[in-house]
């Protein structure tokens, strides 16, 4: 796929290889903001579009073979569990650890640097609305789209889920995605695009740095559920 202008957001990081890697470093929402042209995008992120045109066509061939695109022809019931594993995993696990670090650094540097109480703030908020969002995804979610693949697979008619149609959890997940979005950008605010002051001890360094590895992760996270899990969802629910 050639990357232009036109094309949206969501369809290039899918398609191209390297796509993402792109957009995160340059800071173009691909995930919560998938649904806006590249031109749009880069408006957005204040970035040249002939600069990111041209990283996309450097990254596609890069990254050849290691995009997002796999995932088109892997089976959905793949591309659950390997969210789970692998994001859903380090997700709950980097919420507990951060979750002390960023009380001990705030603990510590408060008083000096009052914008952690803000950080702290958004990171609490973001870990109340994450652990409750993937267990609604692990419990009901993601087993309802096993079974209707199951379902496709071996011709059987698809399951009637109590929520009437695999597009009303969708539409909730893709709400609860843009609430954590939100929470990113102003958690990025807040700590200046986490930016260690003079003053800061190594656990500050190391609470900024696991907050922006715990962000990159996030993107690609959602990515993968809003811009490839989720139409593939509704498509098979809709053509069974």
């Known amino acids: 796929m050639s990357a ?13 290889p390297g796509a ?8 173009i929402d691909y995930c919560c903001g998938g649904g806006k042209s590249l031109e749009h995008a ?13 990283a996309l066509e450097t990254g596609k061939k890069r990254y ?10 892997h089976s959905l019931t793949e591309l659950m569990n390997h969210i789970v594993q692998t994001h859903h995993v380090y997700t709950k696990s980097e919420l507990e650890r951060l979750d002390q670090l960023s009380t001990k650094v705030a603990s510590v540097h408060g008083q000096n640097h009052p914008e952690l109480e803000k950080v702290r703030d958004l990171f609490l ?8 969002h993937m267990l609604k ?15 496709s697979r071996n011709g059987r008619p698809a399951p009637t889920p109590f929520f009437g149609t695999v597009r009303n959890p969708v539409k909730m997940m893709i709400q609860e995605h843009d609430t954590v979005g939100d929470l990113l950008r102003e958690l990025r605010s807040a700590s200046r695009s986490y930016a260690v002051p003079a003053d800061g001890c190594t656990s500050y360094q190391t609470l ?24 593939r969802a509704v498509a098979l629910e809709s053509a069974s």
């Open 208 to 231: 900024y740095q696991a907050l922006q590895e715990f962000e990159k992760d996030l993107h690609q996270h959602i990515h993968l559920e809003n811009n490839i899990l989720f139409p």
């Open 20 to 27: 993402t890697r792109v957009f995160e470093k340059l800071g």
């Open 4 to 16: 232009n202008a036109e094309k949206t957001v969501r369809d290039l990081a899918v398609e191209v």
């Open 125 to 132: 908020a973001l870990q109340k609305d994450l652990i409750p």
């Open 42 to 54: 880069c408006v957005g992120a204040g970035v040249s579009l002939q600069e990111v045109l041209a």
């Open 64 to 73: 050849a073979g290691q995009g997002d695109e796999k995932w088109q022809s």
């Open 137 to 151: 995804e692990e419990q009901v979610l993601f087993p309802y789209i096993e079974k209707l693949e199951d379902a």
